[in-house]
């Protein structure tokens, strides 16, 4: 693989440089150098882990968060509207991102979510022109039919799947009672998927496939699907352990009106290095880290550079701001002694046994991966728990809905765009055939405190927040966490959701057929969570409020005025040959993990690059 040592990589100039080795740095990079005329070079902070299995395996991946080899571990701010608890930010430090320690859910966003894009003033972005690059990236290997039966899978429309793509989506070939019980259960209470969820118009429960390969039963990332295929390329060269601390730029001075990126400035085990681009420098150093090196290198707001030191090359106050999450909350239930769960990794020779079983024939709990999800609107939420509304209904629902938004929304942010971001998640509320939260569950506990027995989670994910946060550098020191302010709960609207949320999840767990895969038919909780009444919902909420590491929007592609720090081509406004191509360019949150939006991202912009080329 053309991994160079810092000294070497620095050497030469690239065409192209990309700042960060991650789920969409490593795409554009086996995009780009498909072209044997163009060089591309890759740097990228961690290290490759590829041969690890706490990578490579689904049970194992909780093992990585906050471990500094595996994970930037960064923490937010006390959140001031959730008892000023702070939340635990996961950011892929390796050779591959986030994509090397995410969850493995390959879901894709609804039409509608896409489409509003569009509508925030970003033209080439719809629905329609992302789909083909969402098959591009998929590589879909259906079902054997047991399997197919067994998790009643909905995958019946061939137009919205790939099947030659990079990046292998699959189902676990070991699962359990737990993931068969799931789409009954949503049966019964009335939530059938209504079509191919990967179609971008269904609602109810489904069982989602995951980012792995169903030949070596691991993990399929970018690692996996675009370095290790394409890294012995003469033209597409990676440096690891390397730390880019800002972008250089001529000084904007002569012919040119705009600052001209010409290279980076990076650092590896307490060395400086300077490398050169020919052509672009691109960010795809994630939603935390791609706002930071803006900031880092003067683009951004004058008043938080200022105060931290840094001469303002590009005033742009967008940057850092617009932060979104799917806010999550869960509820822990014991269960019955027959179900397997991933809680007996938690005994040394368990998992020393998991691991050898694993190892010698891809057999046992590490093989295993829960595939069950659901996509669901508030209307059904409601309807499903025979809970009331806590949000306006009636038909000036929408109407009351903005006028309370528009009580706090100053000039300045009116301008940016904001209330048309609440416009389109406000009409996605109240349609009743528009998911507006996902639900899944991890066969692990979560007690208060942490206690021996085995348990399952369920999650429960806001589709769509109100709320709206920022990331920004703390100093101009480029090894200082940036300070993340998520805003959680800061929207009334977001709480009144995720309670409805809350109240779901314990209709699920009481409901047949998984009901009686839980103690007491779902009756039974972990430590630390109870039966959930008016009275109690929010404070369960605010305790199990967390991240669903879907953070994106920091970086956000839209009009200059209306909040973008990038335009409809990814560039950088006030600049020239700097791109950001990441989850920080998406402007609003969609409902869903967001893997398989992030390479589709990746795979469209570089197009985008290569049609600048011609």
């Not at 730390?243 to 001209?260: A, E, M």
């Not at 840094?310 to 027959?338: A, M, R, W």
């Not at 996509?375 to 109407?399: E, H, I, N, R, V």
């Not at 949320?501 to 007491?520: D, M, N, R, Y």
Request: with cysteine; hydrophobic share 35%; charged share 20%.
């Amino acid at each position: 693989m053309s991994l160079l040592s810092p000294e070497v990589f620095a050497a030469s100039s690239y065409d192209y440089l990309i700042a960060g080795g991650g789920t969409a740095g490593l795409t554009l990079a086996a995009r780009l150098t498909e072209d044997p005329a163009i060089s591309v070079g890759v740097i990228e902070a961690g290290e490759d882990r590829s041969d690890d299995l706490s990578v490579n395996t689904w049970g194992l991946t909780t093992s990585m968060s906050g471990n500094p080899d595996y994970d930037w571990a960064f923490k937010s701010v006390p959140q001031v509207n959730d008892d000023n608890r702070v939340i635990s930010y996961s950011q892929g430090r390796q050779l591959g991102g986030s994509s090397a320690i995410n969850y493995w859910y390959w879901n894709r966003a609804s039409q509608a979510d896409i489409d509003g894009w569009e509508e925030l003033g970003n033209e080439g972005w719809s629905w329609k022109s992302l789909l083909p690059y969402f098959l591009k990236a998929e590589g879909f290997s259906p079902p054997p039919a047991v399997q197919a039966e067994d998790l009643r899978t909905p995958y019946n429309d061939t137009d919205v799947h790939g099947s030659d793509g990079p990046v292998k989506a699959s189902l676990p070939p070991t699962y359990g009672s737990l993931s068969k019980a799931w789409n009954p259960t949503f049966d019964n209470l009335g939530l059938p998927v209504t079509g191919d969820p990967y179609g971008g118009n269904a609602t109810g429960g489904f069982t989602t496939l995951l980012s792995q390969d169903p030949e070596k039963v691991s993990r399929s990332y970018a690692t996996t699907a675009h370095f290790q295929p394409y890294g012995l390329r003469q033209n597409f060269k990676v440096v690891t352990g390397a730390l880019v601390n800002k972008v250089l730029f001529n000084d904007g001075k002569g012919f040119r009106l705009s600052p001209l990126a010409t290279g980076v400035n990076f650092t590896s085990h307490g060395t400086s290095y300077v490398v050169r681009a020919t052509r672009e420098v691109i960010l795809s150093a994630g939603v935390v880290q791609s706002p930071q090196l803006l900031e880092l290198s003067g683009i951004g707001s004058a008043k938080i550079l200022g105060t931290r030191g840094i001469d303002v090359l590009v005033e742009n106050p967008n940057v850092g701001e617009n932060l979104q999450d799917h806010q999550s909350t869960t509820l822990s239930f014991e269960v019955i002694d027959s179900v397997a769960t991933l809680d007996a990794l938690k005994t040394p020779a368990l998992r020393e046994q998991a691991i050898e079983e694993y190892t010698r024939d891809r057999t046992g709990l590490l093989a295993g991966a829960t595939c069950s999800t659901s996509y669901l609107s508030y209307a059904q939420l409601l309807k499903s728990t025979g809970k009331a509304s806590a949000l306006p209904t009636g038909a000036d629902a929408f109407k009351r809905i903005m006028k309370d938004l528009k009580k706090n929304v100053d000039g300045l942010r009116r301008d940016r765009g904001l209330l048309k971001q609440y416009e389109l998640v406000t009409r996605k509320l109240l349609d009743p055939e528009q998911p507006s939260a996902q639900e899944l569950y991890s066969p692990v506990g979560i007690s208060f405190p942490p206690v021996p027995g085995k348990f399952l989670t369920l999650f429960g994910l806001l589709g769509h927040s109100y709320s709206r946060g920022s990331i920004h550098i703390s100093s101009s020191d480029p090894t200082s966490p940036p300070v993340i302010d998520p805003q959680f709960l800061s929207k009334p609207h977001d709480l009144e959701m995720l309670t409805a949320i809350a109240f779901h999840l314990e209709t699920v767990a009481t409901t047949q057929p998984f009901a009686s895969l839980l103690k007491g038919n779902g009756t039974v909780f972990a430590p630390g969570n109870e039966h959930l009444t008016d009275e109690n919902v929010e404070q369960h909420v605010r305790k199990t409020l967390g991240s669903s590491q879907h953070a994106l929007g920091t970086c956000a592609m839209g009009p200059r005025l209306k909040g973008g720090v990038v335009d409809s081509n990814l560039m950088v406004y006030g600049t020239e040959n700097l791109r950001v191509v990441d989850a920080s360019v998406i402007p609003i949150q969609p409902v869903g993990a967001i893997q398989s939006l992030v390479y589709a991202i990746a795979e469209k912009a570089a197009d985008i690059i290569k049609e600048t080329q011609r």
